[in-house]
C-alpha cells in the first residue's frame, strides 16, 4: 500500500485524501480508486474499467468516480458508453473534465455536431458551485483550469476541422495556442495542416506568450523548437542553432525539419541522407515519412519506395501515409491508373492530408488531364491554406491551357502566400514571356535567380536548369545575346547534355550569324534528340547560310593565276610532288565496288 | 624548360617510379602501365631501393584507414566497384577518397555498358547515371579548392563526358599543374585539343613529361613533323628502346602517308614486343591499304590467339574482313569492339565505313558521329559524312562536312577534289575552281584533280586554259603510265577540238588519232579526222577559211559528269587506309 501509494502522481494525492476524510464508507474506497489509475497506467483498461463501475456504485456516483469511469470507457473504445454515463448525470454541464471528455467521446464516436452541442450548450450555464459532488471536483479543477480550457479549444478545433470550418478551427487552435503554449497538438495542427499565411504564422509566434507561461530559458527553447517547423519552402533557407541546444540537433524532429529545408532547396541527395538516418533511428518516424517518400520519388528510387511503401502498408493499414507511399510508387512507375486507388483511399483516410491530394492533381497532370488536376488541386488548395502549392499548380495546369490570364492570377494568389518563393517567381516569369511581356519576365526570372542564389550553398541544384534557360530565353528577346549566351552555359553546367540547351545556344549563335558554332550547336542538340525539327529546320539553313560565306579553301588567291600553257612550272611542281601509286588499289576498288552494286 | 637533351634521367627515371606508385595504388591501371613502360625503357638506370617508392613506408595519414583502403582496392580490383565505393565512403585519406569516387564514376560506366549490350545499333544513349551527382558533388569541392591532383583528373574526365568541354580542359590544366606525372590526364587533356592555336594558349606546366605530352598533341593534330621530331629527341637522349616511341613514331609514318616506312616500324616493334596489342588496329589499317591479305591475316590470327575480347584485336579482324569484302562480319566485329569500348574512336569511323559499304546510310551516319563525339578531329569521320550525306543528296550538308574534313587535313588532296565537287554540285562553279585548283597544288594524290580541273575551265568557257590543264593532264597520265580510258579519251577529245579550231591541224590530227584508240570517241575521231583531212586539202588549195566548228565537240563534253558518281570513282575505304 506504502509502495503504491508512492506510485501515484503528486497532483492527484490531495484529492484522494479529500475524498477519504469525507468518506463514510467503510470500505477504502481510496484502494480501488488507485487500482484504477494503476490499471489504466498499465494499459489494462477492461480491469480499471471493472473496478472503476465498482467504485462508481460504492461511491453512489460520485463525480469524479463517473468522471473516470467515462474515461475507463473511452479508452475501451466505447464512446457511446462513455459519453451517456457522464451526460445521464448531467455532470458535463458543471463540471469542464466530464464536458471535455463527453465531447472528446462523441467526437471519437465522429457525432462531430453532438460534441460541438456539448462543448457549447454548457457554456452558457456557468460552473456554480452548490451541489455536494461538485465541491471537491471544482477544487481539483481549478489548478488545471486553464489546461482544461486550452483543451477545449483544441478539441473544438479538431471538430470544425473535421466538420470542414477551417477558418474556425484555426481560430480556435490559435485560443488553444494561447492559453497554453506547450500545446504542440494545436501548433502542429495549424502549421502542418497549412492553415496561416506566412505572415499569420509570424503573428502567432510574436503574439504567443511565452513570457508569462514559462520562465526565459524554457521560453527560448519552446520559440526555437516551434521555429524550426515554420514555412520552410518559400524562401529556403539555413537554420541557425544557437549553441546552448546543440544537443538537440540530433533530435529526429529537427533532423527532420532539416530535411524538409533541404528537400525545399531542392538538395534531394542531402534530404535523401538525413532522412535516411532518421528512418534508421526511428523506423517509422511519422514526420519523416512524407518527406522520406517525396525524396524517393524525386531520386526516381522506384525499388527502394516499393519496399517501404510495403512495409508501411504491411505495418499501418489504416494510416493514410502508407497508402499515399503507395500511390506514389505507382505514380513514379507511371501506373497512374493505380496510383489514383491509393491516392484516393489515402485522401479518404485523412481527409485534410494535403500532399495526398497534390500527386492525386499530378497523377492527372502527367497525363495532359488538365481539368481533373486541377480539380484535384482546388480540393488541395482548400485544405491547405497557407500553402501556395496548390495554387501554383492550378496556375500551371491554366498555363498549360493557354489561359495565361487566369494562370497569372493564381500565381500571383501564390506569390502571396509565399513571397519569396523563387518557383512562383519562375512561373510568373513564364507567364509575362508568354504574353510577350519580355522586360516583366526578365525581372521575374532575376528575382527568382536571386533567391535562389541567396539561399542555396555553393552550387545551384539541378531544378533550377529551366529558370536560367527561361533567363537566356528572355536575354535574347531582349537582343542581349552575351548574356543569354551566358545563361545557357549556365544551365548546360547545371545539366549537362540537354538538348534544349544546346539548340537555344545555337539559335542565339544563328542570330548573332556565328554559323560556325551555331552549326555545332545544333547538332549537338540534334545528337542527342533526333526528332527535335526546331533543330532541323534551323540547322539547314544555318548551314546553308554558313556554306555560302565561307571561302572554300584557306591559301588560295581570290583571283586564280592564269593556268599557264604550256605549263613547265606546273611540270615541275607534278613531278616533285609525292605520287603514291594509288591506281592499283583504286582500280580494285572500283571492281569491287561495281560488284556490291 | 629545360631542352631535350639536358635532362637528367635519374630524376626521370624516380618520377617514372614515383608516378607508377601513385597510379597504380588509385587503381589508375592505364597509366600506371605507360609509366612503367617508360621505365622499363630507362632500365639501364637503377634507382637505389631506399628511393623507390615502392618499398618506402607509406605516410601515417592514409595509415589510419589503410584497412578500408585495401578492402576497397581489392573490391576495385575484382571490379567490384559499388562495394568498393560503399566500403571506402567517408574517408579523408586522399588515395582512399579518391577510390570512393573513382569506384562510383567506373561503376556507373560498367553499367551503360552493359545496357549496351542490348542496344547494338548505335543511336541509342545510354547514360552514365554516376555523372551527375559526381559532378555537383565535386563541384563543390572543387570550389573549396581541396581537390587534388587526381581527383581533378577525375573531375575533368566527368566534365568531358557531360560535353562541358569548356570547364573540362580548365581543369585538367589545373590536374597536370598539380600532378605533372600522371599521363592519364594529359591524355584526356589532348582529346579535347581542337587546334595548334589553342594548344599554344594552354598554360602547362614546365615539366619533362610535357615534351611526351606536345608531341603527342602535335600527332593528335596532324602536325606530324613536329611530333616526329621531338620523338626522335627522346629516343635520341634515352628512350630508343621505349616501344611507346616506336609506336607513335609509326603513327606519325602513317599520318604521313610513308606507308611503307610506318610499316617497318610496326613489324619492327612486333619482334621486339610480340604480344603488344595496342595500335595494332593501325597497323592492320597500313596492310589493308596496301593489300597485304597475308600479313593482315597473320596479324589477325596472332591478335586473336594473344587477346580476343580486345578493342584492337576486333578491329583487326574487321579490317581482315573488310578487305575480303565480308561486310557484314566486319561490322560484327567493329560492333564487338564497341561494346568492349564504347569510346574507341577507330572503331567507330571503321564500323562507319562498312556501313557506307552496305549502303546504310542511317547507321553510317550515326556511326561517325559518334566517332565525331569521341574525337571531333577525325577527319575521316568528317569525310565519311559528308560523303553519306552526298549519298543522301544534301548537298550543303555534304559541303560543310568535307569543308571541316578538310580543315583539319589541310593539304589532303581528297578533301580538296570532294569539296569541288559538291561545289560544282551546287554550280558555285567558281568555289569549285579554286577546290580544284588548290587541290593540284598541294600535290594531287588520286590524279583527279587536273582532269577536274580542266573539265571545270571547258565549262566556264575559258578554253585557253582548259587546253593547258588537258594536255597538262595528258602527259601526265603518261609519266605515271596510268590507265584512265574514259578520262584520257575525253582529254583527247577536247584537245583535238581545241587545235583544230585555232588550226594547228598538226596537233589536232594527233589528238584525234590518239581519240580512235578509245571505243567511246571511236566515230567521233573519225568524223574529226575527215574533217581535219578536208581542212589539210583546203588549207593546201590555198583556202584559208577556218570554219568554227568547235561547237561539234561541245556536245558530249557537257555530258561528262554522268558517268562519274561520286561513289564509284571515291570508295570511302579507299580514303581511310591512305590517311
Not at chain 1, 10 to 26: A, C, K, M
Not at chain 2, 475 to 492: K, L, M, N, P, T
Request: proline content about 3%; aromatic content about 12%.
Amino acid at each position: 500500500m506504502e509502495g503504491e501509494r508512492k506510485e501515484l502522481n503528486v497532483e492527484e494525492i490531495p484529492v484522494s485524501s479529500l475524498y477519504d476524510r469525507d468518506s463514510t464508507v467503510p470500505i477504502n474506497l481510496n484502494k480501488y480508486r488507485k487500482a484504477v489509475k494503476k490499471y489504466i497506467n498499465k494499459h489494462h483498461y477492461h480491469t480499471a474499467l471493472f473496478w472503476a463501475d465498482k467504485v462508481v456504485s460504492l461511491n453512489n456516483g460520485d463525480c469524479q468516480d463517473i468522471f473516470w469511469l467515462a474515461h475507463c470507457l473511452f479508452l475501451t473504445e466505447q464512446y457511446h458508453r462513455a459519453a451517456y454515463c457522464i451526460k445521464s448525470q448531467n455532470l458535463h454541464k458543471v463540471d469542464l473534465g466530464c464536458r471535455y471528455l463527453a465531447a472528446k467521446c462523441h467526437f471519437a464516436g465522429k457525432e462531430y455536431q453532438e460534441a460541438l452541442a456539448t462543448l457549447d450548450v454548457t457554456e452558457a450555464n456557468s460552473i456554480g458551485p452548490n451541489t455536494r459532488n461538485q465541491e471537491p471536483l471544482d477544487k481539483s479543477v481549478v489548478m488545471g483550469d486553464k489546461n482544461w480550457e486550452s483543451s477545449i479549444q483544441l478539441l473544438k478545433g479538431q471538430i470544425h476541422e473535421a466538420m470542414d470550418n477551417r477558418g474556425l478551427a484555426a481560430m480556435c487552435f490559435r485560443e488553444a495556442l494561447h492559453l497554453d503554449v506547450y500545446c504542440y497538438e494545436a501548433f502542429h495542427s495549424l502549421i502542418h495542416h497549412q492553415m496561416l499565411l506566412k505572415e499569420e504564422e509570424k503573428a502567432l509566434m510574436e503574439s504567443l506568450p511565452f513570457g508569462k507561461q514559462c520562465c526565459e530559458e524554457e521560453s527560448k527553447i519552446v520559440r526555437l523548437l516551434y521555429e524550426t517547423q515554420l514555412k520552410k519552402y518559400d524562401k529556403p533557407s539555413e537554420m541557425i542553432f544557437p549553441p546552448q541546444l546543440e544537443s538537440l540537433e540530433n533530435n529526429l524532429d529537427i533532423k527532420t525539419a532539416q530535411a524538409e529545408r533541404c528537400y525545399y532547396n531542392c538538395d534531394y541527395q542531402q534530404c535523401f541522407k538525413i532522412t535516411s538516418l532518421v528512418l534508421n533511428k526511428d523506423s517509422f518516424h511519422s514526420g519523416c515519412l512524407p518527406i522520406h517518400i517525396s525524396c524517393l520519388m524525386e531520386l526516381q528510387k522506384s525499388n527502394d519506395l516499393f519496399y517501404f511503401a510495403h512495409k508501411l502498408v504491411d505495418l499501418y493499414p489504416e494510416k493514410a501515409i502508407a497508402w499515399f507511399a503507395v500511390g506514389c510508387y505507382y505514380l513514379l512507375i507511371n501506373k497512374t491508373d493505380a496510383a489514383r486507388r491509393y491516392l484516393s483511399k489515402a485522401t479518404t483516410l485523412d481527409r485534410v492530408f494535403g500532399p495526398a491530394w497534390l500527386v492525386y492533381g499530378h497523377s492527372f497532370a502527367v497525363e495532359n488531364e488538365h481539368d481533373q488536376a486541377m480539380a484535384a488541386y482546388f480540393k488541395a488548395s482548400q485544405l491547405m491554406k497557407g500553402c501556395h502549392l496548390p495554387l501554383l499548380y492550378i496556375g500551371l495546369e491554366y498555363g498549360l491551357t493557354h489561359n495565361i490570364r487566369l494562370a497569372e492570377r493564381f500565381f500571383n494568389q501564390a506569390l502571396e502566400i509565399a513571397p519569396e518563393d523563387p518557383f512562383v517567381l519562375h512561373e510568373l516569369g513564364v507567364v509575362a514571356f508568354q504574353s510577350q511581356d519580355y522586360a516583366t519576365a526578365e525581372k521575374y526570372f532575376r528575382d527568382g535567380l536571386d533567391k535562389v542564389e541567396n539561399s542555396s550553398q555553393t552550387v545551384l541544384p539541378e531544378k533550377w536548369e529551366a529558370l536560367l534557360n527561361n533567363l537566356g530565353h528572355v536575354c535574347r528577346k531582349l537582343r542581349k545575346y552575351e548574356e543569354a549566351l551566358e545563361f545557357h552555359q549556365q544551365a548546360l553546367v547545371l545539366s549537362p547534355q540537354n538538348p534544349a540547351s544546346f539548340a537555344a545556344i545555337g539559335y542565339v549563335h544563328s542570330l548573332t550569324c556565328h554559323w560556325t558554332q551555331a552549326v555545332e550547336y545544333f547538332h549537338k542538340a540534334l545528337g542527342l534528340q533526333r526528332d527535335d525539327t526546331f533543330s532541323t529546320t534551323m540547322l539547314k539553313n544555318v548551314i546553308e547560310h554558313l556554306m555560302n560565306e565561307m571561302v572554300p579553301c584557306e591559301g588560295i588567291p581570290d583571283e586564280l593565276p592564269i593556268y599557264e600553257f604550256p605549263s613547265e612550272q606546273n611540270l615541275a611542281l607534278l613531278d616533285s610532288s609525292p605520287i603514291i601509286p594509288t591506281e592499283q588499289s583504286d582500280s580494285g576498288f572500283e571492281i569491287e565496288m561495281e560488284a556490291t552494286d | 624548360m629545360a631542352p631535350i637533351s639536358t635532362w637528367n634521367l635519374f630524376t626521370v627515371k624516380q618520377d617514372l617510379l614515383k608516378a607508377h606508385y601513385e597510379c597504380s595504388s588509385r587503381g589508375l591501371r592505364q597509366s600506371a602501365k605507360w609509366s612503367a613502360e617508360m621505365s622499363y625503357a630507362l632500365s639501364i638506370i637503377q634507382i637505389p631501393p631506399e628511393e623507390d617508392p615502392h618499398f618506402t613506408q607509406e605516410n601515417p595519414d592514409s595509415m589510419k584507414e589503410w584497412d578500408k583502403y585495401l578492402l576497397a582496392k581489392s573490391y576495385f580490383d575484382v571490379q567490384e566497384y559499388d562495394r568498393a565505393a560503399y566500403f571506402s565512403q567517408n574517408c579523408v585519406s586522399p588515395k582512399t577518397h579518391f577510390l570512393h569516387l573513382y569506384s562510383r564514376y567506373l561503376s556507373g560506366e560498367k553499367k551503360k555498358l552493359d545496357d549496351m549490350v542490348d542496344t547494338v545499333v548505335p543511336g541509342e544513349k545510354v547514360r552514365n547515371e554516376a555523372l551527375k551527382p559526381l559532378r555537383a558533388e565535386l563541384q563543390k569541392v572543387h570550389l573549396q579548392k581541396s581537390l587534388d591532383g587526381y581527383l581533378l583528373y577525375l573531375y575533368g574526365v566527368i566534365l568531358k563526358r557531360l560535353q562541358l568541354q569548356k570547364q573540362a580542359i580548365e581543369v585538367l590544366c589545373e590536374a597536370v599543374h598539380k600532378e605533372p606525372l600522371h599521363w592519364g590526364a594529359w591524355l584526356e587533356l589532348a582529346t579535347l585539343i581542337i587546334d595548334r592555336e589553342m594548344l599554344s594558349t594552354l598554360s602547362l606546366p614546365n615539366h619533362w613529361i610535357k615534351e611526351f605530352f606536345l608531341a603527342h598533341a602535335y600527332l593528335e593534330l596532324q602536325l606530324n613533323e613536329e611530333a616526329l621530331d621531338i620523338y626522335t629527341r627522346l629516343q635520341e637522349v634515352g628512350f630508343l628502346a621505349s616501344t611507346y616511341l616506336k609506336a607513335q613514331v609509326s603513327i606519325a609514318y602513317h599520318n604521313m602517308r610513308e606507308v611503307d616506312q610506318a610499316i617497318e616500324g610496326f613489324q619492327a616493334l612486333q619482334k621486339v614486343d610480340p604480344y603488344r596489342l595496342d595500335n595494332t588496329d593501325i597497323f592492320s589499317n597500313l596492310l589493308y591499304v596496301k593489300e597485304m591479305k597475308v600479313e593482315l591475316s597473320f596479324l589477325a590470327h596472332q591478335c586473336c590467339e594473344t587477346d580476343k575480347y580486345r578493342v584492337q584485336t576486333c578491329c583487326v579482324i574487321g579490317n581482315f574482313y573488310s578487305l575480303r569484302s565480308q561486310h557484314e562480319k566486319a561490322v560484327l566485329y567493329f560492333q564487338r569492339a564497341l561494346r568492349l569500348n564504347p569510346n574507341y574512336l577507330s572503331a567507330w569511323t571503321l564500323m562507319g565505313h562498312e556501313y557506307m559499304e552496305m549502303k546504310n546510310t542511317q547507321a553510317a551516319i550515326q556511326s561517325y558521329r559518334q566517332a565525331i563525339e569521341v574525337n571531333r578531329r577525325d577527319y575521316r569521320a568528317w569525310y565519311g559524312l559528308g560523303q553519306t550525306y552526298e549519298m543522301l543528296k544534301m548537298p550543303f550538308y555534304c559541303l560543310y562536312y568535307y569543308r571541316l574534313a578538310q580543315q583539319l587535313r589541310p593539304n589532303d588532296s581528297r578533301m580538296m577534289v570532294a569539296l569541288g565537287e559538291a561545289y560544282e554540285k551546287l554550280d558555285k562553279l567558281q568555289e569549285a575552281k579554286k577546290c580544284y585548283w588548290k587541290a593540284h597544288s598541294v600535290g594531287d594524290i588520286e590524279g583527279m584533280a587536273l582532269i577536274k580541273l580542266a573539265k571545270l575551265y571547258d565549262k566556264l568557257g575559258e578554253e585557253e586554259q582548259a587546253a593547258a590543264a588537258y594536255s597538262d593532264y595528258v602527259r601526265d597520265v603518261e609519266i605515271r603510265r596510268g590507265i584512265e580510258r574514259e578520262e584520257q579519251s575525253s582529254a583527247f577529245r577536247f584537245l583535238a577540238g581545241y587545235y583544230k579550231k585555232h588550226g594547228r591541224l598538226e596537233e589536232a590530227y594527233e589528238n584525234a588519232q590518239k581519240c580512235t584508240e578509245y571505243s567511246e570517241t571511236r566515230e567521233e575521231a573519225k568524223a574529226l579526222l575527215r574533217e581535219i583531212a578536208q581542212l589539210r586539202s583546203m588549207q593546201e588549195n590555198g583556202a584559208m577559211q577556218v570554219e568554227d566548228n568547235g561547237s561539234v565537240s561541245r556536245g558530249p563534253h557537257l555530258q561528262f559528269q554522268a558517268n562519274n558518281t561520286p561513289l564509284g570513282r571515291l570508295s570511302p575505304m579507299n580514303l581511310t587506309f591512305t590517311p
